[in-house]
């Protein structure tokens, strides 16, 4: 694909207006037209890892910006493969993943934000959240057991607490991207009939067994629970710095082609570019040169 047919592409899946957002209208299944083969996938994919690898050891010598990428999606829906796949090529020293499971009773006793600050990426790093503060009105709204432990005060468990942690969310994502922190958010939107068939392969084929738990069962009772919370989630959140991209899930080799991209044009927004030699600088190193000869 040629750069405006990239552009086009991730431009699709982008959410940065949450006024008027319908998870409804978004099909987990799109390709936007494309119909590869699996080798010409991969190519793709790889040429978009490569881009990226480049990018990146340009944000990591430059040491100006930071970004995280925030992974949200129901259980089968793929997301330890797409930050397997689209992060493969990437400097160790400058990237760093984080999954967040559920909060023990250390971080029960501070904000819900706490836990998340401590794994922010530092200038210069990629930081990937697999699962995120997200799951606060996500997990936590659909199970309301989730939030009566986290000990808040009964005065402050209002009817309106999630449209306040919502706003909260909103607001420090924006002082993030002030602070030259630059979040970019993924949903992998799964389809319900598509989480069915991955669960029936993580039951039927022993190397996959492991991968499986009841609780995804159980979760899965709450679909429409799920799909309405995220609905609400992005709608509240999505702007121009923070974007959600709203990634069709469906067909993986589609997904991780759609989130390398988006990571790609993200990076290549910030001029990134390696530190200037000044011209003391470079009377040094012509001294260094001279002297090893």
């Known amino acids: 694909m040629d750069v405006k047919q990239r552009r086009k592409l991730v431009a699709r899946y982008r959410v940065e207006q949450g006024k008027g957002f319908h998870l409804k209208d978004w099909d987990s299944g799109d390709t936007a037209g494309l119909d590869f083969g699996k080798e010409a996938a991969a190519a793709l994919l790889q040429e978009g890892v490569e881009r990226l690898s480049n990018l990146q050891d340009m944000l990591y010598a430059q040491d100006r910006w930071a970004v995280l990428c925030l992974f949200q999606a129901m259980d089968a829906a793929g997301k330890?493969?797409?930050?397997?796949?689209?992060?493969?090529?990437?400097?160790?020293?400058?990237?760093?993943?984080?999954?967040?499971?559920?909060?023990?009773?250390?971080?029960?006793?501070?904000?819900?934000?706490?836990?998340?600050?401590?794994?922010?990426?530092?200038?210069?790093?990629?930081?990937?959240?697999?699962?995120?503060?997200?799951?606060?009105?996500?997990?936590?709204?659909?199970?309301?057991?989730?939030?009566?432990?986290?000990?808040?005060?009964?005065?402050?468990?209002?009817?309106?607490?999630?449209?306040?942690?919502?706003?909260?969310?909103a607001a420090f994502e924006g002082y993030l991207g002030r602070q030259g922190v630059v979040v970019v958010k993924f949903f992998l939107h799964l389809g319900r009939d598509e989480q069915r068939e991955r669960f029936l392969k993580r039951i039927e084929e022993p190397e996959k067994n492991w991968k499986f738990e009841i609780g995804?069962?159980?979760?899965?009772?709450?679909?429409?629970?799920?799909?309405?919370?995220?609905?609400?989630?992005?709608?509240?959140?999505?702007?121009?710095?923070?974007?959600?991209?709203?990634?069709?899930?469906?067909?993986?080799?589609?997904?991780?082609?759609?989130?390398?991209?988006?990571?790609?044009?993200?990076?290549?927004?910030?001029?990134?570019?390696?530190?200037?030699?000044?011209?003391?600088?470079?009377?040094?190193?012509?001294?260094?040169?001279?002297?090893?000869?």
């Open 80 to 169: 330890d493969g797409a930050i397997k796949h689209v992060f493969t090529g990437v400097n160790p020293q400058g990237c760093h993943a984080t999954s967040f499971k559920a909060p023990g009773p250390v971080e029960l006793d501070h904000d819900f934000l706490w836990r998340h600050v401590q794994a922010l990426p530092g200038r210069g790093q990629i930081g990937i959240h697999n699962r995120s503060w997200y799951e606060e009105v996500l997990v936590a709204r659909v199970h309301p057991a989730v939030l009566e432990r986290q000990k808040l005060p009964a005065a402050l468990r209002t009817k309106r607490i999630w449209e306040e942690r919502l706003a909260d969310i």
């Open 216 to 293: 995804d069962i159980t979760e899965r009772r709450h679909w429409d629970a799920y799909q309405d919370a995220y609905e609400k989630a992005i709608r509240a959140t999505a702007t121009p710095a923070a974007p959600w991209y709203v990634v069709p899930a469906d067909n993986k080799w589609f997904t991780r082609l759609v989130v390398a991209e988006a990571l790609a044009q993200t990076l290549e927004s910030l001029d990134l570019h390696y530190p200037v030699v000044t011209e003391a600088e470079r009377a040094r190193l012509a001294e260094g040169r001279q002297e090893l000869g």
